[in-house]
């Protein structure tokens, strides 16, 4: 004998809801973590906009293209700034397909622009998410201490010369729990401005200067005015004392005057739980 029940079901974003037997069920679609590399100079930074060309928005168009599908969900870890880019951003995918990691993988680097690639798709527990199971951001960034004829796009060239000593010190100071407030511009979204570096460390290479920062988060143009008043500082221009009066909120010389280009800024790598930090970085330009 067949016995038919009454099933109502109801879409919530990436969740179907079944009522069965006065019982809900909760189907969720299948995630995936997405490994992403991207040079940012054609992109007005990754948070999707109406008028205008980001990197969220290519993803939009790629994901549709690549499923036929606009039910879905994409969330990044982080949203980088007009021209800043990225060696390691990661992002989780919400989508109902029978197709396998590495096969999304081609075919959405097949529907991407040449300046954007997924690097890795793998199929995560429901309960990853993009952002919110980070542990820490690592961050690079790129200065030239000469002329570079190619290097435009991806560097910052500081013509002056840079006492790295004196920069040293700077990165000492940016260490550990503090409150960068005063590197930011005022954002809604972010609850506190105290963030913890766990690291800042500066590497000389060549007629390169790389600056390494891991931190928990990251504010608004936080990383792009560390490196500015860093720069500064190596200049002669600022001294450690100005830092320093930055971080007790006097703002004696004006922050946002130095914030450093996005041309040499990288986005390298998302730390999730049980993963190490590393502390060996590399150029994406070698300066010899």
């Known amino acids: 004998m067949l016995v038919y029940f009454f099933i ?28 992403i590399e991207y040079e940012g100079t054609r992109y007005s930074g990754w948070q999707h906009q109406q008028n205008a060309k980001t990197i969220q928005g290519e993803f939009f168009k790629s994901i549709k293209d690549t499923f036929g599908s606009e039910k879905f969900e994409f969330y990044g870890a982080g949203r980088t700034d007009a021209g800043v880019h990225a060696t390691g951003q990661v992002a989780h995918l919400d989508i109902s397909t029978n197709l396998q990691p590495h096969v999304i993988r081609m075919k959405m680097n097949d529907t991407l622009p040449h300046d954007i690639s997924v690097l890795n798709v793998e199929k995560v527990n429901a309960n990853f998410h993009a952002r919110f199971s980070a542990e820490a951001r690592s961050y690079m960034y790129h200065i030239s201490t000469r002329r570079t004829a190619f290097g435009k796009p991806f560097v910052w060239w500081v013509k002056s010369q840079l006492d790295v000593e004196a920069m040293n010190h700077v990165a000492e100071l940016y260490t550990g729990f503090k409150d960068f407030k005063g590197f930011s511009d005022d954002t809604p979204e972010e609850k506190s401005t105290t963030v913890e570096m766990k690291l800042v460390t500066i590497h ?12 928990s988060h990251f504010l608004w143009k936080q990383v792009r005015r560390m490196i500015g008043i860093m720069v500064e500082v190596g200049k002669g221009k600022l001294t450690v004392r100005d ?27 998302v730390y999730y739980p049980g993963q190490k930090i590393q502390y060996n970085i590399s150029p994406m330009l070698n300066m010899f």
């Not at 037997?21 to 189907?27: E, P, S, W």
């Not at 009066?245 to 990288?266: E, R």
């Open 204 to 215: 000389q290479l060549n007629d390169s200067l790389l600056v390494h920062l891991v931190g």
């Open 243 to 269: 830092v320093e009066d930055i971080f007790k909120g006097q703002d004696k010389i004006g922050v946002a005057h130095y914030t450093a280009p996005p041309s040499g800024l990288y986005l390298q790598r």
């Open 8 to 35: 109502a079901g109801i879409w919530n974003n990436c969740t179907f809801q079944v009522q069965f037997r006065n019982k809900i069920f909760t189907y969720h679609m299948p995630r995936y973590k997405l490994t």
